[in-house]
């Protein structure tokens, strides 16, 4: 079976997943110092990378439904990867359980 969308997924959520910590490195760093400090100083070039990762998130929500309807996953599991995509650190390990779901189902069945 062709690989080429799994691949897609994984590659586009862990891009996802490190933009995601980019953006919150920046948000936390804003938030957390003076008014002078580098992180306020460089806000546009992180309203830039947030506006990036937002486009990137909607193409990974597409490629999850596109795997959904492949994969025939529930409607749970799907808003599942979705919503765990979006919180730091958890969306790699999403990933990862996501991978492996679609390996599992492409085992070959037991011999009884």
């Given at each position: 079976?062709?690989?080429?969308l799994?691949?897609?997924?994984?590659?586009?959520?862990?891009i996802?997943?490190?933009?995601?910590?980019?953006?919150?490195?920046?948000?936390?760093?804003?938030?957390?110092?003076?008014?002078?400090?580098?992180w306020?100083?460089?806000?546009?070039?992180f309203?830039?990378?947030?506006?990036?990762?937002?486009?990137?998130?909607?193409?990974?929500?597409?490629?999850?439904?596109?795997?959904?309807?492949?994969?025939?996953?529930?409607?749970g599991?799907?808003?599942?990867?979705i919503?765990?995509?979006c919180?730091?650190?958890?969306?790699?390990?999403?990933?990862?359980?996501?991978?492996?779901?679609?390996?599992?189902?492409?085992?070959p069945?037991?011999?009884?």
């Amino acid at each position: 079976m062709n690989d080429r969308l799994l691949r897609a997924y994984q590659v586009m959520a862990t891009i996802v997943g490190l933009n995601l910590l980019i953006v919150m490195a920046g948000f936390i760093g804003k938030i957390a110092t003076d008014a002078g400090s580098w992180w306020n100083l460089n806000q546009d070039m992180f309203l830039v990378i947030d506006q990036v990762h937002g486009f990137l998130f909607m193409i990974l929500i597409v490629i999850v439904a596109r795997l959904t309807l492949r994969e025939k996953w529930s409607w749970g599991f799907m808003l599942s990867v979705i919503v765990l995509a979006c919180i730091p650190f958890v969306s790699f390990w999403s990933e990862r359980r996501t991978t492996l779901r679609v390996h599992a189902g492409r085992q070959p069945a037991a011999a009884v």
